[in-house]
Structures are given as C-alpha cells and as structure tokens.
C-alpha cells in the first residue's frame, strides 16, 4: 500500500525543469526535428507505434522526442494521448494478400512464385560500424541499378502453394465473420479466443515476445516452426461510415507480415497437415512479427491437443505479462511513498528481534 | 441530385486520401469556392478507427490495432462533401471534403477529374511502380543457380 503525500511543489517544478534541460542536451547541437525522427529512427518509431497500438508516425515521433528516446516511456506517453481521441470505428479487415511488397523471403522454398525480394534488409551486411556514417553527408547513397519492370501487383502467398494441395491446416473465417474482442473496451478474460491473443500480441512488448518465442526454439515448447513467409510493403486501410453506406480507402500503412508453418497435427477425421502461426506488426518490424507468429503457434498448444507444459504455451502467463505499460507501471509504483507500510515491516521485524535476542540472552 | 455512381466516388476519394496535402492544395486551389459558399457539417476532428485484420491473413478477424483518422464533412451548395483521411491533418480533410463535394456537381464534375484527381492518381501510380521497381531490384534468382547458367 501507498499513501499520498503533501508538499514538495517547488522541487516537482524544478524536476521538470531539469528533465527539460537534460532532453535537450547541450543547446549548442542542433534540436532534433520530428521529421529527422520519422525518417531517420523509423524502426524506433515503428516498435513506439505497435506497442502504444496507435499507428500515427508524427505522434510517435513526439513522443520519442519527448522521452528522449526511452522507448517504454514513448509507447506509454501515445497510450495516454490515445485515451483523449473519439473512436470513429472499426476498418475493414486489411488484405495483406493485395500488399505492395517491398520485402518478401521464404525459408521453406528457393523458388517462390514471385521470387525472392530482399528489399532494405540489414541481414546481409558485415554489422560492422560503418565510420563513415559518424559525420554527415559522407553515406553512400548509390541508387539500386535500375530494373525496368515493377514486381507483380499480387504477389502470391507462399503458404497458398501448401493449402491448394491441403498440407497445410486452412485459414477462413469462422461462420458468420464475427466481430473480434476487442482489448481496449472489454478486459482480458480466458480462455482468450486467438484473435484476443493476436491483439494482445500485437500490442505486446518485443522483448517479451522475443525471448518467449527463443524459449519455445530452445525446447520448451516443440512447435519445430519454419518461416513460411515474411512481407513487408504497404497496405490500404478502408473503412465504410455510416453516412457513405460504402467502403472508402483512408490511407496505408506499412506492415511486416510473417507467416510460420509448423510441425503437423491431426487426428482420426483430419489428416496430418502443417500448423500455422501468424505475426502481424506494423512498420518494419520482422524480429517481432516472427517472434509473435512462434509465440501464436506456441499458444494453441490446447486447441491442437498438445500438451501445454512450457510457459510460452500458458496464455495466462503470456498475456497477462506481455503489455509493457502495466509492466512498467507495476515494477516502477514501487517509487511511490510506501512509508506506512514499511514503517510496519519495520516494527514487526523490531518486536521479533526483540523477542529473539531475549530468548538468546536467557540461554 | 448526381448522377455518379459509387466506384466513380470511391476513386476520387481514394486519391484524395492517399496523396500528400500540398498536393492537394495546389490542385484544388484554382477550383476551391469562396469560404461563405460552405457550411461546415463537421469541421475537421481527428479521432481513432481500429485497424482490423485476419489471423493467417485470411482467417478470422482480430483487432490489430488503431489508426489516426480526421473527418469532415461540408455542404457546398446542395451536394454534402465528405473526407475520411487516415492521419492527423486537419487541413487535409478540410480539402478532400471540398473537393468531394465539387465532384459531385455534374456540371464541375469532368473538369475536377481530369484537372485534379487524374494528375493525383498519376502520382501514386508513379510513387508506387518506383518502390516496386527499386524492391524488384533486390529480387534474388536463386533459380539460375540450379539451372547451372
């Protein structure tokens, strides 16, 4: 338990002068902008955008800004804008099929229809420090040799290849195409329906996922996943108000869309098929959309009849735990005055002292 | 009342959405009517809508997460101009509305879309088989290898 206090204004005050004056550094170097932010710290504001699950690049910006730099800190500070907003309603549900690919690779097929795309990927640089990037002007920004043909407007899902031939469990909607939970009117309650478990992934805290989704690689959890496919591109958002009566494209977003196939399931009526996983972030972000689509495949351990041992397979322990704005608040309430509480401890632990030494000096 | 059909709306509200306000700024400019022709319905709010998607990608929906979205709607003469614009720009939405409302004059209609919503489709096409050529550039053809060329 804590207790509020009184008093104090003036050193609050000048708390907030002195945190000013530590964002803002040495007054002599130039003042970030929110557009050097957005384009120049893009997957910082990509993973402020998932977790404070507002996808707006010029608030995140800020809000990196504003926290200089501590992520949580960002992600908590959108969480808290987003509560002042009205909620229009809901999108139509994306079509990631029709994105417009900037990244796709498979690690199930060397020959995937529409081929492999790289696109601005880090994985096969020398992750050597690149000196050159310590002044300015000085990156070398030579254009891709020009290709004159564009990529196909569809780009083909590599699992489809699986699901014509039936080796791979199918996705479609559920009769009706109901209405997920949505988290952010109604609390987490279990058993939690996958899409409830998707949303709460989605908005969960990389580094939670991440070392989960290692977990369920290093043998606590055997789901023996392969990348079927990552995207990334761009996707139109749409939405159909009421006073339209029909759907209209809003804007896009960029997204990173990963695909796991894993080991087979079935039973007396179903064949032995692949399982699937599925991670869905938006912005460049394919460390957490692949460890969000382990971490999906490992939380359907029940509904697959397997045994759920491992703790990335408990949905209480992974849900509950995954939102780093509780997280954070729960570890760090524990600043707060908790004086009485522990002027408690403190007199308890005095009576058994007391109690104690008398006992050894009658001995 | 207008005699355009949905689709036809539905295009130029797309490509009032999906291109940058100063573009839309300087193509509408000429065309805007003066500020005492319009009342404003709903003057610009920005608020949130709630990104759907589907688990696997085409599976059941799931709420992935919300999106920045400001609206507007105007009364130009008699036709009502609505915007729907993904982000936090108010003018942006204050310009799709009007122009919304203007294409649905039949009499301005052929002219808007030639003068404005055909130059900003353009543009996105443009914008987009540029990303798509400089991805395809990163294409990797693993399937030369096996054929030993």
Known sequence: ????????????????????????????????????????????????????????????????????????????????????????????????????????????????????????????????????????????????????????????????????????EPETPPPGDPAPTDLTREPLMFPAARATRLQNLARGDEGWLLGLAYSTQRGYAESHPFAGEIRMGEVTVSIAPEELGFAVDIGEITLTECQMINQFAGNGSAPPQFTRGYGLVVGEAERKAMAMALVDRSLRAPELGETAHAPAQQAEFVLCHSDNVEASGFVQHLKLPHYVDFQAELSLLRTLRAGFDAKGDAQ | MSTIDIPTRQRWMRALALSPRAALESGLAPHLPPPDACRWLRRPQTGLVMVEARSGGSGARFNLGELSVTRASVAVGERVGHAWIGGGDARHAELAALADALLQDDARHAELMAGVIAPLEDAIAARRASASRAAAASRVEFFTMVRGE
């Open chain 1, 1 to 168: 338990m804590y207790v509020a206090v009184k008093g104090g204004e003036t050193a609050i005050l000048n708390s907030y002068r002195l945190l000013a004056r530590a964002r803002r550094g040495d007054a002599a170097v130039p003042e970030l902008s929110l557009a050097q932010i957005k384009g120049q710290l893009r997957h910082a504001v990509d993973r402020v955008m998932q977790e404070g699950s507002l996808f707006d690049p010029e608030l995140a910006a800020l809000a990196l800004k504003q926290a200089a730099g501590d992520t949580q800190e960002a992600v908590f500070l959108l969480r808290a804008f987003r509560t002042t907003l009205p909620r229009f309603g809901y999108s139509v549900p994306l079509d990631t099929a029709a994105m417009r690919v900037r990244r796709r690779v498979s690690g199930t097929f060397k020959d995937v229809p529409g081929g492999q795309v790289l696109g601005p990927t880090a994985d096969y640089t020398q992750r050597l420090l690149d000196f050159s990037l310590a002044g300015t002007g000085s990156a070398n920004l030579e254009e891709p040799t020009a290709l004159a043909e564009p990529l196909p407007e569809r780009l083909p899902c590599v699992l489809d290849v699986l699901n014509r031939e039936g080796l791979i």
